[in-house]
């Protein structure tokens, strides 16, 4: 739903008649709040993927109720929401830890504590994503790698982590300690990653992950 809704009452109006929707894109929908978000998702219990983009109303209460009413959710990618933060993508992990196994978050103002609650509830996690998060720190994804939730994790990107604290993690012994946390880790992405350093590269490779930068 690509900028095409006018607000919560056309949202509304659809959740009344797609009872069997299995997956909700909302993109560049300005005038769509939190109240829109549970009204659909209250209506639509079988829905396996949710992507959220550039939409500033919707926020913390919105994914908090998806907690509650979407059991089968897969699939969450959050993009450029301001009001998403940590109370609302920690309340969506820990519900859905069993069967989520996409996650993407970007442009996002969430902190380690986000990060911890990846490491420890994604359980399920086999695809992860992380873009242009300001305020994480090295310390976050240390706690991540070593929560022993990602036991599934096959593939992990780091996007737009030219920030000072993402530089500090895919520098040198930060990339490493994750690869060798993540037993299972397969590939790891790194775009525009300027400060990657030829010692963690080659650190990677070591456990015999494929790093493509």
């Not at 086999?126 to 593939?155: D, E, P």
């Not at 993540?182 to 030829?198: A, D, F, K, P």
Request: with cysteine; proline share 3%.
């Amino acid at each position: 739903m690509w900028n095409v809704l006018r607000g919560d009452e056309g949202l509304c109006k659809i959740d009344k008649e797609c009872h069997l929707l299995e997956k909700l894109d909302l993109c560049r929908c300005p005038h769509v709040s939190n109240k829109g978000l549970i009204a659909i998702v209250s209506n639509c219990p079988n829905s396996t993927t949710l992507s959220i983009e550039s939409c500033p109303k919707i926020g913390n209460e919105g994914l908090q109720a998806i907690e509650k009413l979407y059991p089968k959710l897969q699939s969450i990618s959050i993009k450029d929401c301001p009001l998403v933060g940590d109370h609302g993508v920690s309340s969506l992990l820990s519900s859905a830890s069993s069967i989520l196994s996409k996650v993407k978050l970007q442009g996002l103002s969430i902190s380690d504590f986000s990060l911890a609650m990846i490491g420890h509830y994604g359980k399920s996690v086999i695809n992860l994503m992380l873009s242009g998060l300001q305020n994480v720190s090295k310390k976050g994804f240390w706690v991540m790698g070593n929560a022993q939730g990602l036991q599934k994790l096959v593939y992990f990107t780091i996007a737009s982590c030219w920030e000072k604290l993402m530089c500090c993690f895919v520098s040198g012994d930060g990339l490493v300690a994750f690869a060798k946390s993540v037993g299972s880790l397969e590939c790891l992405q790194l775009e525009e990653c300027n400060r990657v350093t030829q010692s963690g590269v080659i650190g990677v490779l070591s456990n015999q992950i494929p790093c493509c930068l």
